[in-house]
């Protein structure tokens, strides 16, 4: 039996979702590279977390605390991965290296912070938002530039990630009969991140080498 069917079916849902995006991205340029990162960390994080939620909902339980760690760690290299794409979107040669740098050092933080205990999903909300907010700003800033449509929907890709998130911090006060909170989070995660995929796309094909 899956202890929450709901949360680990769209979770999987997720993961064949970010897998395909991945794989279909121009990895030719290093914004095309940094985005199929971004999907492809996305997809182990979904995988992780339903295995989880259906199979190991025991918190107390080593495989359920060791497989949750790796969920957070991988919700980690996403936003590593998005710090990394929007450098490639906002900024110059040097600059946007200084900022990948930096993201480098916050993930091993953050990691560290992961390993040490903390097991709050909460915390990789955290560790994810400022990266989500900047590669909006990201796309924001290349459809002010080129007018170009495919920017404009990853921004509001992003922008529904971050309504995702806060759907998903409101708690049980939006569950329904057949989804909880957590599973209405994956559904509007699914939409806002094709979304990105279609900004995602149209960049790495302009700034492919």
């Given at each position: 039996?899956i202890a ?6 769209t979770?999987y ?6 897998g395909?995006?991945?794989?279909c991205?121009?990895r030719?340029?290093p914004a ?6 971004f999907?492809?960390a996305?997809?182990?994080?979904a995988?992780v977390?339903?295995?989880v939620h259906?199979?190991?909902p ?7 605390r060791?497989?949750w ?8 290299m ?9 450098a490639?979107?906002l ?7 200084w ?20 097991q709050?999903f ?8 400022p ?15 080129t007018?170009e449509r495919?920017a ?9 990630t971050l309504?995702?998130s806060?759907?998903q ?5 939006l569950?329904?009969r057949?989804?909880?909170h957590?599973?209405?989070y994956?559904v509007?995660q ?5 979304l ?5 796309r ?6 492919a080498?």
């Amino acid at each position: 039996m899956i202890a929450e069917p709901d949360v680990a079916l769209t979770d999987y849902g997720l993961v064949v979702e970010c897998g395909v995006f991945s794989w279909c991205l121009d990895r030719t340029s290093p914004a095309g590279r940094w985005f199929a990162t971004f999907f492809g960390a996305t997809a182990a994080a979904a995988l992780v977390g339903g295995t989880v939620h259906g199979f190991f909902p025991d918190a107390d339980a080593l495989a359920s605390r060791l497989l949750w760690q790796t969920t957070l760690l991988a919700i980690g290299m996403t936003a590593l991965a998005g710090w990394a794409a929007g450098a490639h979107l906002l900024l110059p040669g040097a600059r946007r290296r200084w900022l990948v740098r930096a993201a480098l050092v916050e993930f091993v933080g953050y990691a560290v912070l992961v390993l040490s205990g903390t097991q709050a999903f909460r915390v990789a909300v955290y560790d994810y938002l400022p990266a989500a907010l900047f590669l909006l700003l990201g796309f924001a800033f290349t459809f002010a530039r080129t007018l170009e449509r495919p920017a404009l929907l990853g921004a509001l890709g992003l922008g529904l990630t971050l309504i995702a998130s806060a759907v998903q911090q409101g708690g049980t006060a939006l569950d329904t009969r057949w989804l909880d909170h957590n599973a209405i989070y994956h559904v509007i995660q699914g939409v806002a991140l094709a979304l990105v995929f279609v900004g995602a796309r149209a960049v790495a094909r302009r700034t492919a080498c």
